[in-house]
């Protein structure tokens, strides 16, 4: 392998112990923790495990958590009274709504109930126009840590070709708004599914950024030599969880890459916790 | 020339025509007429010409307008008054606050107070982001006649490459974000000032969309043999207005074009009559 590893458990492991720190220091200005408070509907495995995670992530940067679990057959009506009552809640700066949702529950309805503020996941209409506008409140968990993760590599976007594959409200469309931006100033591509020759297009990234959910879909052919291999994909396959990419093959074509597991995937959470911070000093504002 | 016109005179003259009946049917069915509110601060030439157009196109199809005047030296609270009165209006169906504001004025804060219902040049943030969403409520202007455009001279945008020249918040990022969206299905690049080798990128365009605001930016040499370019620039020079593509050797290489003036600008107001008409729709359920 030749690609420098952009190591997410390293930074991870860095910017919680920051968020810790500024957690205390919140705590001594405000009396009050900053407090996420978790809403899960239904028994879904993988997203008990997701909560869990999210939760402990919180008990080790000194954040509060709170859990509200809600049967599988939950309506829309009784989610929304409880996204009422937590936007009411003084000592709740966080909301976070675990998806996906029951069908039978309309998730736009819901994401756009959750109070702008509170608003962690950056899901919320608002929130998406703010940041396309350039005026972010909160960044999406995703996007967020893969910019915290080429800031602190020393990556530089501006003048950049930035391809993103997959155009995903929660990764692709708003990492790209996100890396247009006047600062951010990369050139950006957005490929998706309905691409015509995604090979020509991917070759020409200086940054890739995968989040198709496809395992090993980025063949080391696709890459441009030296280029920064960003893989966002989390896919559960018999040999394990793997990504977006091709590991082996395009580590030794990449000039920089995120190995999964081990990359982008902890940076997520981190990033929750770090919004769940700025929520509670945007509510003592 | 060898490129087909993409009369823009011809589609709002045509599209205008289906608004005035549209016009008529509401209010048969509503007992009201559809109300535009423009608002207009200080002197500004350009801009009286602007509302008084816009005025004129609403006179045409049967759209109530009024004009709301306000001195150069108004304040960010002042206006955000007269905005909060138009909000509550029953009679007025759309606001228009015509840009740009003089300096001392907050314009975020303006755009931002316009109720998201009334808001029918769809800069509010929450606009903003059901675009991105792909759940618009109201599209921008420009870009709403751009893709207008496409559509009724049947040019498809599935799997093609669109190149957008210029990422401002009127035109750029708003039309970026549409044509990427499911249904649209492009494959999108945003280019801007600090895009490097831009013909080269430019030159992969299927469809080209130029919103740079710099005059014959986009020359021959930049363009792929049969591409669509859609000219979005006006600018007023010693020949008269010109558009940002060097339109006599583009349209002896490209495959369709708008001309400037008579292109995308007559469509702007005419969508904007649109969104009048749908704000009037939407205030009624």
Redesign the interface.
């Known amino acids: 392998m030749t690609a420098v590893l952009l190591n997410g458990k390293e930074l991870a492991r860095e910017i919680q112990s920051e968020i810790s720190d500024e957690v205390v220091e919140f705590l001594q200005n405000n009396a009050t923790t900053p407090c996420l408070a978790a809403v899960l509907v239904g028994e879904d495995p993988a997203s008990e495990v997701y909560v869990r995670n999210k939760r402990k992530a919180c008990e080790r940067t000194g954040i509060d958590s709170q859990l509200h679990k809600l049967p599988a057959e939950t309506t829309t009506d009784e989610l929304l009274k409880l996204v009422a009552k937590l936007n009411k809640d003084a000592d709740v700066h966080g909301i976070l709504v675990q998806l996906p949702l029951p069908k039978q529950i309309d998730e736009?309805r819901i994401l756009t109930a959750v109070h702008p503020l509170k608003d962690v996941d950056a899901f919320?209409?608002?929130?998406?126009?703010?940041i396309?506008?350039?005026?972010p409140r909160y960044l999406p968990c995703t996007p967020h840590g893969v910019v915290e993760m080429l800031r602190r590599y020393k990556i530089e976007t501006?003048?950049k070709?930035v391809v993103v594959v997959g155009?995903s409200?929660i990764v692709g469309?708003?990492i790209?708004?996100m890396l247009?931006?006047r600062g951010a100033?990369a050139?950006?591509?957005?490929?998706?599914s309905?691409?015509?020759d995604l090979p020509s297009?991917t070759r020409q990234a200086d940054i890739l950024i995968v989040a198709i959910g496809k395992a090993h879909f980025v063949t080391a052919e696709m890459v441009k030599p030296g280029a920064v291999v960003v893989d966002v994909g989390i896919n559960r396959t018999e040999s394990g969880i793997v990504g977006d990419v091709d590991f082996g093959p395009v580590s030794e074509v990449a000039g920089w890459i995120t190995p999964v597991p081990g990359g982008v995937g902890l940076l997520t959470v981190t990033m929750l916790l770090a919004n769940t911070l700025a929520a509670a000093r945007n509510l003592q504002t």
């Open positions: 736009a919320h209409p608002e929130n998406v126009g703010r396309v506008q350039g005026r501006p003048g070709h155009r409200d469309k708003p790209a708004n247009m931006q100033d050139t950006v591509t957005v490929c998706h309905r691409t015509r297009i």
